[in-house]
T-cell receptor, first 113, second 114 residues
Framework: GDSVTQMEGPVTLSEEAFLTINCTYT??????LFWYVQYPGEGLQLLLK?????DKGSNKGFEATYRKETTSFHLEKGSVQVSDSAVYFC????????????FGKGTTLSVSS | DGGITQSPKYLFRKEGQNVTLSCEQN?????MYWYRQDPGQGLRLIYY???????QKGDIAEGYSVSREKKESFPLTVTSAQKNPTAFYLC?????????????FGEGSWLTVV
């Protein structure tokens, strides 16, 4: 079935470092791809999305490009801040479950000053 | 304010009891979802509904039940048949069936079995 694989965490960085969180997917058809962020004790917030191949989603300095040839949607940020510390989830919409999202296991990011 | 409201935020259940988690949205969204979150396992889909009076099982529906009698409401009942119910439960909604639509989440409900 459809699935999402993210790099294992935790990822620990110093402020202003470059961030990459890898995400690859397996899906039939042409899924839409998403990155969500979760702060401690809260629900999930959409960070960015891409709905077709070669689209780049971006928000708050984060970027991810939908690469169909490598089935990837890696999250990047050029300079992280302490406030970026959170859990990041890669997800896709699955044709097997209506419009529901299929999530990766999440990657915890910790940024220190 | 528009959004998704889950209640209660914290709930304790005794062994053998059924409990119901409330989810209400005022976004006029057609589709609603329930996810369960356990540490290190990401989010897993319990049930989803794409329209009033219709719902489908997700990956881990056993021990759970839902109803969708109104567009804005999608309550989740955790039954005594769910053997390990302690988790964080997230309700979500999206505008319609289009796969590119953003799914919005509530703040979640913590359920603990005591």
């Amino acid at each position: 079935g459809d699935s999402v694989t993210q790099m294992e965490g935790p990822v620990t960085l110093s402020e202003e470092a470059f961030l990459t969180i890898n995400c690859t997917y397996t899906a039939t058809g042409y899924p839409s791809l998403f990155w969500y962020v979760q702060y401690p004790g809260e629900g999930l917030q959409l960070l960015l999305k891409a709905t077709k191949a070669d689209d780049k989603g971006s928000n708050k300095g984060f970027e991810a490009t939908y690469r169909k040839e490598t089935t990837s949607f890696h999250l990047e940020k050029g300079s992280v801040q302490v406030s970026d510390s959170a859990v990041y989830f890669c997800a896709l919409t699955s044709n097997q479950a209506g419009t529901a999202l299929i999530f990766g296991k999440g990657t915890t990011l910790s940024v220190s000053s | 304010d528009g959004g998704i409201t889950q209640s209660p935020k914290y709930l304790f259940r005794k062994e053998g009891q059924n409990v119901t988690l409330s989810c209400e949205q005022n976004l006029n969204h057609d589709a609603m979802y329930w996810y369960r979150q356990d540490p290190g396992q990401g989010l897993r889909l319990i049930y989803y509904s794409q329209i009033v009076n219709d719902f489908q099982k997700g990956d881990i529906a056993e021990g759970y039940s839902v109803s969708r009698e109104k567009k804005e409401s999608f309550p989740l009942t955790v039954t005594s048949a769910q053997k390990n119910p302690t988790a964080f439960y997230l309700c979500a909604s999206s505008q319609d069936r289009a796969s590119g639509n953003t799914i919005y989440f509530g703040e979640g409900s913590w359920l603990t079995v005591v």
